[in-house]
């Protein structure tokens, strides 16, 4: 069975600051693909960014950025220059690679951005 | 990007209604739907699996008699509340992967179900 743990509840930091939200995981399989998701108010789900786990090279998409240490099965969320519309629920997820395209999602982290 | 909706966005019901959810692919095909449930301040919880001309997959511990799923289309799937109870009140979202490597899932916007 996978798991995905995030030991954040909660989470707050002012704006233009740099926060890290941290996740770990546990799984069997040897590739599978991992997520970060932000949810604001509106409850919609937003892709943040996504890392193979065969790829060593850390995925960043502008702001945000990941630390993925696959032995530790680590993988932590970077987001500088923070802004107000940053703050949101923010969930890690897991995916494995046999093909069922299931997501396992942590408990989740909200932030909150101060102005 | 790819798009996934949700109708209706919110709804209320009595005690022992029915109520359906749709969940749409609006611009790419999908033959596998995901059926998640949201209580407040919590994280997504699988439901089921749905699949496109054959029976859900329910996860452990989700009445299938109850959550019935019909994936008629590759764009569209439902989810039927059946006989519903104020405990069934909750936030349920769908969600679709698009395809390619990663296989990277859109959500729909979420369905508000309040049960009196």
């Known amino acids: 069975a996978q798991t995905v743990t995030q030991s954040q509840p909660e989470m707050s930091v002012q704006e233009a600051e740099t926060v890290t939200l941290s996740c770990t995981y546990d799984t069997s399989e040897s590739n599978y693909y991992l997520f970060w998701y932000k949810q604001p108010p509106s409850r919609q789900m937003i892709l943040v960014i996504r890392q193979e786990a065969y790829k060593q090279q850390n995925a960043t998409e502008n702001r945000f950025s990941v630390n993925f240490q696959k032995a530790a099965k680590s993988f932590s969320l970077k987001i500088s220059d923070s802004q107000l519309g940053d703050t949101a629920m923010y969930f890690c997820a897991l995916e494995g690679s046999l093909g069922n395209e299931k997501l396992t999602f942590g408990t989740g982290t909200r932030l909150t951005i101060i102005p | 990007g790819a798009v996934v909706s949700q109708h209706p966005s919110r709804v209320i019901c009595k005690s022992g209604t029915s109520v359906k959810i749709e969940c749409r692919s609006l611009d790419f095909q999908a033959t596998t739907m995901f059926w998640y449930r949201q209580f407040p301040k919590q994280s997504l919880m699988l439901m089921a699996t749905s699949n496109e001309g054959s029976k859900a997959t329910y996860e452990q511990g989700v009445e299938k008699d109850k959550f019935l799923i019909n994936h008629a289309s590759l764009t569209l799937s439902t989810l039927t509340v059946t006989s519903a109870h104020p405990e069934d009140s909750s936030f349920y979202i769908c969600?679709?992967?698009?395809?390619?490597?990663?296989?990277?899932?859109?959500f729909g916007p979420g369905t508000r179900l309040t049960v009196l």
């Open positions: 969600s679709a992967p698009r395809g390619g490597l990663p296989d990277t899932q859109y």
